[in-house]
């Protein structure tokens, strides 16, 4: 039997084991209570023979800490300097070692002005920043997800309401995106950003059969006067932009 199932200072003769007193009365009786032997084998580890001995030890590390941390009184702004300084806190901003992403860099000395201000210890202010650029990054894969699904629903009711011209007026909407950007998809990216999909498709539809060759309107103004059509001024005109 172990020595914690012993209430301190008693011993179990054969007599009182044998007297029919359940095991259970031994264990309330003891003075650890009802430990099971895990928590007993590791008091015994620790050398923690009686719950006096334990006692002892958590009111002496009570006192060192107490001692060792008293926080300062309310607004005693010189202790509270005093104790984050000894807790880490460094004197300027060089003492936040922080890798800022590019676009983030220009706020950077702010960020960590503000830690400093705010008494956010350097450890404690870099998993700050980590936290923010992992959360923005999945805020903004979140927001293209949606935008992607947006659009590509609004292209199939596009396509549905077109009905049998779907194929004519894509084809449309292609040349339009040629003459009015050329080559540089940012510009087209930025239009439907700012128009979304549908409005943008229908609006280069339009452009794109006015100056197909079929259309009387594009042919004369470019083949009459020997001049090259300019899309964009056409472009411009037609919606009043």
């Known amino acids: 039997m172990s020595i914690f199932d012993k209430p301190e200072g008693q011993t179990t003769s054969d007599n009182f084991a044998a007297s029919g007193i359940e095991k259970g009365f031994l264990r309330t009786q003891s003075g650890w209570g009802e430990l099971n032997d895990d928590e007993k084998g590791y008091l015994g580890k620790k050398g923690f023979k009686t719950p006096a001995e334990l006692l002892k030890s958590y009111r002496e590390l009570e006192r060192g800490y107490s001692s060792r941390m008293a926080l300062p009184k309310d607004g005693d702004k010189e202790a509270f300097d005093k104790l984050y300084s000894r807790l880490g806190m460094p004197r300027d901003t060089d003492g936040f070692d922080i890798k800022f992403a590019d676009e983030d860099k220009e706020l950077g000395e702010g960020f960590k ?3 400093l201000n705010n008494n956010i210890l350097p450890q404690a202010a870099k998993g700050l920043y980590e936290w923010f650029v992992k959360s923005r990054g ?11 699904e947006n659009s590509a629903r609004e292209m199939d009711e596009l396509k549905a309401e077109w009905g049998a011209r779907a194929p004519r007026n894509l084809e449309f909407a292609k040349r339009g995106v040629r003459l009015f950007s050329g080559d540089d998809i940012d510009v087209v990216n930025d239009i439907e950003e700012a128009l979304g999909t549908r409005r943008m498709m229908e609006v280069f539809c339009k452009l794109g059969e006015a100056v197909s060759e079929d259309n009387p309107v594009s042919f ?17 005109e037609m919606f009043n932009v």
Not at 138 to 148: A, G, I
Not at 220 to 236: C, I, L, Q, S, T
């Open 138 to 148: 999945e805020m903004v894969e979140k927001s293209d997800k949606q935008w992607m």
């Open 220 to 236: 004369g103004r470019g083949a009459k006067n020997d001049e090259p059509f300019d899309g964009v001024a056409f472009f411009r």
């Open 113 to 115: 002005q503000a830690c």
